[in-house]
């Protein structure tokens, strides 16, 4: 598998995940341009549970890699979430100070394995 037909095997295993735990998923994929940058921003998979909204970062990695799935969520990627979430709450018109937070979903997938699912709640701070 190529490395984005990793990531989207892995994205396909969190949704499942996040509606088997009582998620509704509100949109997935959704991309920002963000300004002064030449990249944008993306948000795997946004959902509510409750009266919270998430904003999930799936990432995927075969299970021979050298650092954990989770470890790929550097300091930038960070910032680009945070500047994403908030673009995606201004577009569906929901105020900044609704509670909401940005989660990892960390996947580690191996041959002919059950796939290794991990999942850090509140994992980015947005203050």
Not at 17 to 44: H, M, S
Not at 45 to 58: H, L, N, S, T, Y
Request: aromatic share 12%; net charge positive.
């Amino acid at each position: 598998m190529s490395t984005r037909q990793v990531g989207k095997f892995g994205e396909r295993i969190a949704e499942k995940y996040l509606k088997d735990k009582g998620y509704q998923i509100l949109d997935k994929n959704y991309y920002f341009r963000i300004p002064g940058n030449l990249q944008r921003g993306e948000i795997d998979i946004v959902a509510k549970r409750e009266d919270i909204i998430c904003f999930f970062e799936v990432k995927t990695l075969k299970e021979d890699s050298f650092i954990s799935p989770e470890e790929k969520v550097n300091f930038s990627k960070q910032r680009k979430l945070r500047m994403t979430a908030e673009s995606w709450l201004m577009a569906k018109k929901i105020p900044l100070n609704s509670k909401w937070q940005i989660d990892i979903i960390a996947i580690k997938i191996g041959q002919n394995k059950k796939p290794e699912i991990f999942h850090f709640e509140n994992a980015i701070s947005y203050a």
